[in-house]
């Protein structure tokens, strides 16, 4: 496991998890959050392999 130490909005930790899909590259952080878990587990799947740019694109136009 690798952790980076970091300060995230209490706002964001009181979402469930189920509920969050987190992404990250070598400089950035990004935490989508759903209305439910079915929309979340969806993105994940047709997201696969799609770069950053990609998935937020995908979720603005889909969410």
Known sequence: ????????????????????????????????????REDRNRFMNETVGMLKEEREEYFSSFY
């Open 1 to 36: 496991m690798i952790c980076v130490k970091t300060e995230i909005p209490e706002e964001i930790c009181n979402i469930d998890d189920e509920l969050k899909a987190i992404y990250h590259s070598n400089d950035c952080v990004c935490i989508w959050v759903f209305k439910n």
